[in-house]
């Protein structure tokens, strides 16, 4: 869900940038005579079909002149999360790596300290491969639900304090009202 709120809102907020240099550049009276909204439309048009992880990556660059660390809180969290995302809702059969049988992600998840010492279901002893873990379980929890949480707001945070225009201006109320956990 957090993801999932992160993706609402980059697009809400280049959809309403979009449309406003749209409204803007098709008025006569701004028909070039601002080289830079039109630089700024191209951008904004581009950046509307990348996926995620693009949208957040570059947006701030090229719209802003200004970037998220990427080796570090948040945006290091939010590349993870979107891998967990995409891994959940593109399942695709094995749901682990088949060399060490867990998700890529789970090791970084351990280290962020979301998953139980112990898997949540035990299977029956008579069950091959007992030693597995049924990982969706794992990180379904209030830790991992509290962590990805609080990387969409810091994510959203960020990114707001980068912006610039009318994409800072349409949402500085609603920004301010997000608290982490």
């Not at 909204?37 to 079909?49: G, H, N, P, S, V």
């Not at 701030?60 to 995302?85: Q, S, V």
């Amino acid at each position: 869900m957090a993801a999932s709120a992160l993706e609402a809102f980059i697009n809400e907020r280049l959809a309403l940038d979009l449309e406003f240099h749209n409204r803007r550049l098709g008025m006569p009276k701004y028909r070039g005579d601002f080289p830079n909204d039109r630089k700024e439309k191209d951008i904004l048009d581009l950046l509307t079909k990348q996926n995620l992880e693009i949208k957040y990556r570059l947006s701030p660059i090229l719209l802003y002149n200004h970037c998220y660390e990427a080796n570090r809180y948040p945006f290091l969290d939010f590349t993870w999360l979107i891998k967990i995302r995409n891994d959940v809702i593109h399942y695709e059969m094995p749901f682990y790596d088949e060399t060490d049988s867990k998700p890529r992600w789970v090791d970084f998840l351990k280290h962020k300290g979301i998953f139980l010492d112990e898997p949540v279901v035990h299977p029956p002893a008579s069950v091959p491969d007992e030693g597995r873990r049924i990982w969706i379980e794992e990180i379904c929890t209030f830790k991992g639900a509290k962590w990805a949480y609080n990387t969409g707001c810091s994510m959203i945070k960020e990114y707001f304090n980068m912006a610039e225009g009318v994409i800072k201006s349409t949402c500085q109320p609603w920004v301010e009202s997000i608290a982490e956990l």
